[in-house]
């Protein structure tokens, strides 16, 4: 759900930025999901993340500081991987940092006549999330990805294919596997201030006891002005590892 939520700000921002400038900003709200990934009783998480990104010309850097609630059987971490043995089935109530991811994004070709962008993304996942309190893995993720952009009028379809690599945990017998995930979707402008879109996420299974995640979110953007804009958002996925339902409200400030 988080990854469809930054694509779509990297969507926006992507199309309110102004090449030779540099651009600071700012994104924070509330998201919430809960699901059973597998398990026999529902997992809800609260994320609340705190991002700030530096941008300038064909250059993106953002870095997300996350605080994380997770009330369930235990096992599931906040990217909803059931790899934590000795904490599953053994309901906890947990909170704290989660992981911080940081990231660097570069504009490798845009068209203004063709209305067409390409977007080559690094992420790295820093493993600073409790493990004992079964907030993380303990280890660092790595990926790489490309999102492309094509705008017809006010219409714009996105799509980003990616791979990652995860750290093996160390309190977990089973080996990850390292994944290839993407994005499709669209966006529609109804005017300078106001947009909605769909976002359909896939990804493998990171091990054999997960399934393919295949998740749908549906959001909203209103820009009040050139610095605030707000974001709300709902999702849902259709199979056994993926969110049974989650929603979110997030608030970007731009300058």
């Known amino acids: 759900m988080i990854k469809s939520l930054l694509a779509a700000l990297i969507l926006t921002f992507s199309i309110q930025a102004s090449a030779g400038e540099i651009q600071y900003g700012f994104t924070t709200g509330l998201d919430f999901s809960t699901g059973k990934y597998g398990q026999s009783a529902d997992t809800r998480i609260k994320y609340i993340p705190f991002t700030g990104k530096v941008e300038y010309d064909r250059w993106l850097f953002k870095t997300t500081v996350p605080w994380l609630e997770i009330d369930g059987p235990g096992g599931v971490t906040g990217d909803s991987?059931?790899?934590?043995?000795?904490?599953?089935?053994?309901?906890?109530?947990?909170?704290?940092?989660?992981?911080?991811?940081?990231?660097?994004?570069?504009?490798?070709?845009?068209?203004?006549?063709?209305?067409?962008?390409?977007?080559?993304?690094?992420?790295?996942?820093?493993?600073?999330?409790?493990v004992s309190k079964g907030l993380g893995t303990g280890k660092n993720d790595y990926s790489a990805q490309f999102d492309a952009y094509k705008t017809f009028n006010k219409l714009t379809l996105l799509g980003t294919l990616g791979y990652k690599v995860f750290g093996k945990p160390d309190l977990s017998n089973y080996a990850l596997d390292n994944v290839w995930f993407g994005t499709l979707g669209g966006a529609y402008r109804f005017n300078a201030a106001n947009s909605a879109g769909l976002l359909v996420d896939l990804r493998q299974a990171a091990?054999?006891?997960?399934?393919?995640?295949?998740?749908?979110?549906?959001?909203?953007?209103?820009?009040?002005?050139?610095?605030?804009?707000?974001?709300?958002?709902?999702?849902?996925?259709?199979?056994?590892?993926?969110?049974?339902?989650?929603?979110?409200?997030?608030?970007?400030?731009?300058?």
Do not use: C
């Open 81 to 130: 991987q059931i790899i934590i043995e000795k904490n599953v089935n053994k309901h906890t109530r947990e909170s704290g940092v989660g992981d911080v991811v940081s990231s660097l994004t570069y504009t490798a070709f845009q068209s203004v006549e063709q209305k067409f962008t390409l977007d080559i993304d690094a992420k790295v996942k820093f493993a600073t999330a409790s």
């Open 207 to 255: 091990w054999e006891y997960n399934t393919d995640i295949r998740e749908y979110t549906l959001y909203y953007s209103h820009r009040f002005n050139p610095t605030y804009n707000v974001q709300s958002y709902i999702s849902s996925g259709d199979t056994r590892s993926s969110v049974d339902f989650g929603a979110g409200l997030m608030l970007g400030v731009t300058w």
